[in-house]
């Protein structure tokens, strides 16, 4: 059984791709952009997805990184094999890690287990093959401050955030008030209305990335797993925050009351598999791991303060 999934229309000139929970977005002016790469698994649905569309794959010129995990780049090399004329967009670091040759073994391994879950939800048929030539190379270089304009109106703006991950950037379009943001905000679950806050390279990067991002114009914030939020970005922004503070508070807290952080780590990544069950539980454990380090690394040397 194959699950078919149809593009969803956000506005006019914005549709949400891929599925619920590995979302990409086209943007549409008088040129197209994607933005994120998705996985490898989700590059047959958005190529699909298009066609449903009835946009010509050849006004879509750019493909416009958020970050480099794995999950953020899956579909690169497959889309930029379909249509050779794709630009990548990624920021100065995303450049330097994806001519990395070294990431293709480690982007294999975690990608085809996404994928090995992603089959057994029915959600795609049979795992990718593989490629003869990975292309991840980024063809334009994003600044802080650099723009895209598609025509008719619509414009993107780069903004730097690190903090989930040292190279991430967000993208803002202006007009009708679109904001990407990647994982800025961690991993959101809006059914449960569950926040995992994602701090991997830098506690407070990321808190000071969540509040540029709440002093934007936005009237939407699509994140990177589980679709677009529509409600009040600020309102959504200061929750990130605050769920941000209580997990780092919580992690510090167990920590120096002698709980092995080991033990707390494959807790916390049992809560985050009834959240977040597409993503390996072996690589959620690393990186509740890696959650508690961060915080510790900070405890009474420069805390950041959560509130907007």
């Known amino acids: 059984m194959h699950m078919r999934f149809s593009p969803k ?5 914005f549709y949400q791709l891929g599925t619920p929970f590995f979302p990409m977005y086209l943007s549409i002016g008088e040129d197209a952009m994607l933005i994120e790469g998705g ?3 989700t590059f047959d649905i958005v190529a699909e997805q298009i066609q449903m569309i009835g946009i010509d794959p050849q006004r879509i010129k750019y493909v416009a990184l958020t970050h480099t995990h794995t999950d953020h780049i899956g579909a690169l090399p497959r889309l930029k094999a379909l249509w050779p004329h794709l630009k990548t967009i990624g920021s ?5 890690i994806l001519s990395n040759g070294k990431l293709l073994n480690q982007f294999h391994g975690v990608d085809v287990s996404i994928s090995k879950i992603m089959q057994s939800k029915e959600e795609i048929e049979s795992l990718p093959d593989r490629l ?16 895209f304009d598609l025509g008719n109106g619509i414009v993107w703006r780069v903004h730097a955030i690190p903090g989930h991950s040292a190279c991430q950037i967000a993208y803002h379009e202006e007009r009708e008030g679109t904001l990407t943001i990647g994982d800025a905000t961690g991993f959101y679950n809006p059914e449960e209305k569950a926040f995992w806050p994602n701090y991997f390279d830098s506690l407070p990067g990321y808190v000071e990335s969540i509040k540029k991002l709440a002093g934007l114009s936005a009237n939407r914030v699509a994140l990177s797993h589980n679709g677009v939020i529509e409600s009040d970005p ?4 200061g929750k990130a925050l605050k769920a941000t503070g209580a997990y780092h508070q919580e992690m510090l807290a167990r920590t120096a009351g002698g709980e092995d952080p080991q033990a707390i ?13 597409h993503m390996p539980f072996s690589i959620m454990t690393v990186l509740c791991e890696l959650l508690i380090k961060q915080s510790q690394r900070i405890n009474g040397n420069g805390a950041p303060s959560f509130d907007l």
């Open 265 to 277: 780590a494959l807790e916390k990544a049992k809560w985050v598999q009834g959240i977040a069950d």
């Open 132 to 147: 003869e030539n990975y292309d991840f190379s980024v063809d334009i270089v994003a600044q802080e401050g650099d723009c």
């Open 92 to 96: 100065p670091l995303a450049a330097k």
């Open 234 to 237: 600020r309102e959504f922004f």
């Open 39 to 41: 996985i490898s698994a």
């Open 9 to 13: 229309t956000i506005t006019p000139n």
